[in-house]
């Protein structure tokens, strides 16, 4: 995965265009069902999927910022790694997963998250359940096993906004099998389903739209609420408290360059030109002068970083990136009054 990427934590939303149009091929119980979202993001893709319904819904983040916002939409909420948290087997109605598009990093097998976090969470799903499945096209032969023996009546759809054709999303839909449905299966059966789904993924046959797609619809049993456990580590607090620690703070000094302190008298007289450029970079910070001469100097500089967005013909989506110094007022509002108002009385 790319730097950007690994960034926002493979984060790839669905846009909400396509969204309502998975909504449009579900149809929801009267009474309740839980519906969860392992990799819920921000929540909006979610809400759209699941909206108009009497849905419970759950989410699983592990970004602490994204978490917060996804609450506004998906009350029940965790924050923490899908992959350390517990749901009952067979529990929820509606599994929607787009995961993280990587690959593992372990000293073990070094599968696709896409495979990893499909295998973890589609035990979750009661028989009868639907599954919605947003990935890359390419993917879908890592995901063919699961796929393959658990569910049925599958539909593979080609997504057509911008952002989804640039990374060849797809969304898949289908039904899990109940026990006796698996138990009837052959081995034959199975090696056709991953057959079928490797063909796809190579790209032997054109996809279907969401767009064209009219009569089919999936409909989501009904099911009580869930009760998901986070077992991992609590990240966020670890972070909070980290640099309190006796060891980060010997650490710390190995780590960190300590910030630039220049003393002493230069070799030659500064001009008014010469001032202004220290006390700007940061690098004459304080209170100096004397009499009518005497200044204080509060600048501090950081690295900004401007981006543009351009869109061809074709709808491919080309970002640049462009790095400049600028002077942070909110820092340097807050050194000009720890110095107080009174360096010039």
């Known amino acids: 995965m790319r730097f950007v990427a690994k960034a926002k934590m493979g984060f790839y939303p669905l846009p909400v265009a396509e969204a309502e149009r998975i909504r449009a091929l579900l149809r929801f119980p009267d009474a309740s069902c839980a519906a969860v979202d392992p990799c819920v993001g921000d929540g909006v893709a979610f809400a759209a999927v699941t909206s108009g319904a009497a849905v419970l819904r759950f989410g699983i983040e592990l970004d602490s910022y994204r978490a917060e916002q996804a609450r506004e939409r998906v009350r029940n909420t965790l924050q923490g790694n899908a992959l350390e948290t517990h749901c009952p087997v067979e529990s929820c109605s509606l599994l929607y997963l787009n995961p993280p598009y990587d690959r593992e990093l372990g000293s073990g097998q070094n599968q696709r998250m ?18 919605i499945l947003v990935i890359p096209r390419e993917r879908l032969a890592e995901c063919g096993g699961v796929l393959a023996t658990h569910f049925r009546e599958a539909r593979v759809y080609e997504l057509t906004e911008p952002l989804c054709v640039r990374y060849h999303q797809i969304t898949l839909l289908a039904i899990r099998r109940t026990r006796r449905e698996r138990e009837r299966q052959q081995d034959s059966d199975i090696m056709r389903a991953r057959l079928w789904y490797s063909g796809l993924a190579r790209g032997d046959r054109a996809l279907p739209t969401l767009e ?9 049993p009904d099911s009580g609420p869930v009760a998901l456990a986070y077992r991992g580590l609590p990240l966020d607090e670890i972070e909070d408290l980290l640099p309190r620690s006796p060891a980060y703070r010997q650490a710390g000094r190995l780590l960190f360059a300590l910030e630039p302190s220049p003393v002493g008298r230069p070799l030659t007289p500064l001009h008014a030109g010469h001032t202004a450029l220290l006390a700007v970079s940061g690098l004459l910070n304080g209170i100096f002068g004397s009499d009518e001469n005497r200044h204080i ?17 074709q709808g491919v989506i080309t970002i640049r990136e462009k790095e400049r110094f600028s002077n942070d007022y909110m820092e340097s509002a807050k050194r000009f009054r720890e110095f107080g108002s009174d360096a010039f009385s």
């Open 114 to 131: 896409e495979q990893v976090f499909l295998s973890h969470t589609y035990r979750w799903l009661k028989p009868g359940g639907v599954l």
């Open 212 to 220: 064209s797609e009219r009569e089919v619809l999936y409909a989501v």
């Open 297 to 313: 100097a509060t600048w501090c500089s950081v690295k900004v970083i401007d981006k543009t967005t351009e869109e061809d013909e």
